[in-house]
């Protein structure tokens, strides 16, 4: 029974948080008994450590998780990393850096064993952090995206869809890093908007002395590259020069006008330049008319043979000479500033260039079609409902995917190049030789896979497909999914297409789309900023509870999480009270000679009569029926993933009731030595239902407290994590307790306002008196002795009107005057004259709402009637008001 007098999370969380994973009580079976709730994490990067965002996330998985596991699911939290393609070969090529070793210089397979060196070194940063911070993973489970099996689901994956005509190798404008050296996806260039030019060159008309065509350009550079100039068929100013061609300036080359949809009349002068290299539209442009592509551009953005007199040059640099040049040549006709939008490498910040290229893609639209119906028909349902619309959107114009990555960390592509007839064999395994010309050892493609080609097969790859396990065939489709929406396209959607092309069913039911984690001035936190909150500093200072605590009060669905040191200090204060909760139970345990117990069943405990009076202690009543209405709330909240309601309502019941109220009127009658008393069994009963509807939110605390409670003896479970959670049960409610002892707190607090607003010292005992014309006075009788004691007031009932009196507190129910000292009657005067202030202006609106006849005949009879019986209270206590004054 001994307890520490001050709480220290540190002492204790990595000793439950060790426990949990040697006991194995996370740990999942498909044979166990109970409804199926699975879920897979969103995979984090294996370059990184957690930040607060994966906190935020990780603890909204493990409330859901632990719920379910304690209704008595059959429950698996499966995690793992993400090989994370781009980011560890930039991290790895960094550290290297720093040796001075250059990744080309090392060649592919050192290279590669130096990142697997590097895994094996970091890569368990992040189960580390997670064990720490309490998820109830099923570690055992465990997954890396380059695992054999993983790896072997990707091989499988792809020649299934290559089979299918659904992966094709094709010439296409990618989105190119100079820097990384590799296509990047859309989704990896991040745009901004930046302060550029626009400049309009001239093109002299051949054989039309005189006659010109202007073009605007925000890259002047890639006029070198030029293969026609584009006018619109409509657009009759340039009806005469159909079959015309131009001059290109710089280049002395000849190119044609062609006539497209692309140049729009109504835009500038209705004129384009194409230059199919080096631009998307007139890459497509290009194909719609046979044009010739000149690349001027190569991959490290320097300017190619092709470029003539600019061969060499960095494409900046070449921008700057190639306007100087065609300002001295007179073919600049002018330059506006312009506001364009830049995309650049997500990961380097290096401007991207589009480049044509030879790729693997993956035709999307009828992965899509299927994907998007799954949404339509309800099959997946998201939540917040609005995320819906966002992923119809993408999905809708959803462009094929390009998934092949010129990078050496990674899936490498299945497939082979024949060196001699140059056939491309898609294989499961290395063939031996070329099954067209016979020749022998055909060479891998040196590309690896877009890293979201293998996390979008997680739900199904983790589970032992393209095996039919028994994991598969009990966890799959999981239940839900809880992840950021800057993931949406990457990978969410990738995981609904990929799930019910090879699973025949969608990866999961549920998608629960958290918000992000912001400062106190509501600023996204970033490292540039200097805001950022690191998960296992604030735990360590706060204790992983108290962090937990604080982020759930935010989580409300669709909106961000202001995180602020005061919340997590709150929370650690919140820790904090029932941790005095329970130490002052212990000691009165000891003084009462109570050994550690608790109820045989705990799901059904009804609190007992005391022994003398055979009747059940009106609070003891109470504090079941308050316990039973924060179980259907705390459950409710948790369903509908209303986190921030969980935790205000757990806040509101453990802090307000549970100590404020319940363990007060208590206190009143511990007695020494008194032994196991049903008073003794129904506190202890309650406080272990308690801690039991805290525990997903506040694992460690409870399971510490739990533990000491003595909760776990002979028979029961052996971690309170796997203890059932209390739930609703109707008998437990009790409207009479609950008006009782709302009627004595009503009293206290009022007593309590009273003194407070007099500024008089708590210590001091105060006289009053409680006037009443009904049964409140009855009940308020009762429990004389509590009002006394906990509003430190000796009080007087009396059944009459209240007589005028300064220091005064009314309701409809009663009135409670206190005898304050002479020097108080000026504060209280001026007190209720605010008082009635706000009366009288209640009474007005009452009135108000009362005579306008569209309000009442369209609001309910109830509401009607109840800002009525409102109105009548209202003016009982302003005459009560006047009198006093
Ligand atoms: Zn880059
Ligand atoms: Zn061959």
Known sequence: ????????????????????????????????????????????????????????????????????????????????????????????????????????????????????????????????????????????????????????????????????????????????????????????????????????????????????????????????????????????????????????????????????????????????????????????????????????????????????????????????????????????????????????????????????????????????????????????????????????????????????????????????HCRECREIIVAREAPERCPRCGSEAPVQDTDVLDTWFSSGLWPFSTLGWPDQTEDLSTYYPTSLLITGFDILFFWVARMAMLGIEFMGDVPFRQVYIHGLVRDADRQKMSKTKGNVVDPLVVTEKYGTDAVRMALLQGAAPGTDIVLTEERMESSRAFANKIWNAARFLFMNMERSGVEPWVPDRLEDYHPQPDTVTLEVPIEDRWIFSRLNSCAEQVNRAIETYRYHEAAQVLWQFFWHEFCDWYLELKKLDFKENSGLTPGWRNILAAFETALRLLHPAMPFLTEELWQRLGAQAAGRPLSIAIASFPKYRQESTDFAAEREIGLVQEIVTMARTLRVEAKLDPKQQLEGTLYSRNDALEVAKRHATAIQKLANVKLEFKSEAAPKSSAMRSTAQFDLALQLPKTQEDAQRKRMEKEREQLVKNIANSERQLADEAFTSKAPAKVVDMIRTKMEDYKAQLRKIDDAL
Request: charged share 25%.
């Open 1 to 416: 029974m001994q307890i520490e007098k001050v709480y220290e999370p540190q002492r204790f969380e990595p000793h439950w948080a060790q426990w949990w994973i040697d006991s194995g009580i996370f740990r999942a079976s498909s044979k166990a008994p109970g409804k199926v709730f699975s879920l897979v994490i969103p995979p984090p990067n294996v370059t990184g450590s957690l930040h607060i965002g994966h906190m935020l996330e990780h603890t909204e998985i493990d409330v859901t998780v632990r719920w379910h596991r304690m209704l008595g699911d059959n429950t698996l939290w499966l995690p793992g990393t993400d090989h994370a393609g781009i980011a560890t070969q930039m991290v790895v090529e960094r550290k290297l850096a720093e040796e001075g070793i250059k990744r080309r210089d090392l060649g592919r397979e050192e290279f590669e064993k130096r990142v697997w060196e590097w895994k094996a070194e970091y890569g368990d940063n992040i189960k580390r952090q997670m064990v720490r911070l309490g998820a109830s993973c099923d570690w055992s489970r465990e997954r890396f995206t380059l695992d054999p099996g993983l790896s072997r689901a990707v091989r499988e994956v792809f020649v299934r869809l290559y089979e299918k005509g659904l992966i094709y190798r094709g010439e296409y404008m990618v989105n190119w890093c100079p820097r990384c050296h590799t296509a990047l996806s859309d989704l990896e260039v991040a745009h901004s908007d930046v302060a550029g030019h626009l400049w309009h060159i001239r093109y002299a008309v051949k054989d039309m002395p005189g006659r010109y065509l202007t073009v605007a350009t925000t890259r002047p550079e890639t006029m070198l590259g030029d293969t026609a100039v584009a006018v619109n068929p409509k657009d009759e100013r340039y009806a005469d020069l159909h079959r015309a061609s131009v001059q290109l300036p710089l280049m002395d080359r000849e190119i044609p006008v062609i006539l497209d949809e692309l140049a729009d009349p109504k835009f500038g002068t209705g004129v384009v330049k194409v230059t199919p290299s080096h631009d998307l539209n007139d890459f497509e442009a290009g194909r719609r008319h046979n044009l010739p592509k000149i690349q001027v551009i190569d991959e490290n953005g320097i300017m190619t043979a092709a470029a003539g007199p600019y061969a060499g040059l960095d494409r900046f640099e070449a921008r700057k000479r190639v306007v100087a040049d065609l300002e001295a040549s007179g073919s600049l006709v002018k330059i506006e500033d312009y506001a364009l939008s830049v995309g650049k490498c997500d990961r380097c910040k290096t401007v991207v260039e589009p480049l044509v290229s030879t790729q693997w893609f993956v035709k999307t639209k009828p992965l899509a079609e299927k994907a998007i119906e799954a949404v339509e028909t309800g099959k997946i349902e998201f939540i917040p409902a609005n995320w819906s619309k966002t992923y119809f959107e993408w999905m809708y114009n959803i462009r094929d995917w390009c998934i092949s990555r010129q990078l050496w960390w990674g899936h490498r592509i299945p497939a082979w």
